[in-house]
């Protein structure tokens, strides 16, 4: 899509961080935004100072955990604007939870927002970008973790590889069909995903974990912390994407910073393709 002039699009998790990122993107490009979030206070404030900079956007409730919530918003974003052409499947969400902790709640808490939300994001909005026929643009936020992981949060991990290899698959199977796919997969931004257990819904009590009291598992977590503290700008993450988008990339980085862990993985998997190699008689 090289112009996103007059394009509708809807943005998951568009209250803050990545979300809040990339509708400013959207809406700065000329594209009408409708915004999605389950917290209700802060995505009327991000609404609103989106209005205030004469951007054509409105706001809609949704957990996407819930299909039938993810479909809510999109009747009010055909209600609102007509039509739709770009999804930005952004929810995310982590629970800190490790082997030896983790429950049934931490898994469908984390899996739903993470994983099934972007699964409904594709069947309940690709038809409708299918049907005006102009054509399109899906894009789902992963992350590095969804390609290379130390196995420390392990729900997170696999929710976010099962979104790469959901969005390289389609990627394949909807551009006969008018419609461009990209993964982002950020590194370090300054999103608030370590507090993401203020929004845990009641039905998953018990899915977020606490603070650990191990020492050296503590330092870990500060650590982390203090790298999204000191991160990338989601602002900066959104104009990528709008890029990404305008251009058609199946893969959105934010920076280069993992790549070598990236390679050192596939390396590992090329060993394990030589050593079965060496092993098979010749012909």
């Not at 419609?179 to 203020?198: A, D, E, M, N, Q």
């Not at 899915?207 to 503590?218: H, I, N």
Request: proline share 3%; hydrophobic share 45%.
């Amino acid at each position: 899509m090289k112009d996103l002039t007059g394009k509708t699009a809807l943005v998951t998790g568009a209250a803050s961080g990545i979300g809040l990122g990339i509708a400013t993107a959207l809406a700065h490009a000329g594209a009408k935004v409708m915004l999605c979030d389950i917290e209700e206070a802060a995505l009327e404030t991000a609404r609103e100072g989106l209005r205030r900079t004469h951007a054509d956007v409105d706001s809609v409730k949704a957990d996407v955990s819930l299909k039938p919530e993810l479909q809510a918003a999109a009747d009010a974003t055909i209600a609102r604007f007509g039509k739709v052409h770009v999804l930005i499947n952004n929810a995310g969400v982590t629970s800190g939870l490790g082997y030896g902790q983790w429950n049934d709640n931490n898994w469908n808490w984390v899996l739903g927002v993470n994983l099934m939300s972007v699964v409904w994001g594709f069947e309940i909005f690709g038809p409708l970008i299918e049907a005006h026929g102009e054509g399109g643009h899906i894009v789902s936020t992963a992350s590095i973790a969804g390609l290379v992981t130390d196995g420390a949060v392990a729900a997170y991990a696999v929710s976010k590889y099962g979104v790469v290899a959901l969005s390289e698959g389609l990627r394949f199977a909807l551009a006969p069909r008018g419609i461009g796919v990209s993964v982002l997969c950020p590194g370090f931004v300054r999103t608030k995903i370590f507090t993401s257990s203020r929004n845990l819904p009641r039905r998953f009590a018990g899915g977020a974990g606490r603070m650990p009291t191990d020492a050296s598992v503590l330092e870990m977590v500060k650590a982390a912390t203090a790298r999204l503290d000191g991160g990338i700008d989601p602002l900066y993450v959104g104009e990528l994407v709008r890029e990404g988008i305008e251009n058609n990339w199946g893969y959105i980085f934010t920076d280069a910073e993992f790549e070598s862990a990236i390679d050192a993985r596939f390396a590992m998997i090329k060993r394990g393709f030589d050593r079965i190699r060496a092993r098979t008689p010749r012909r």
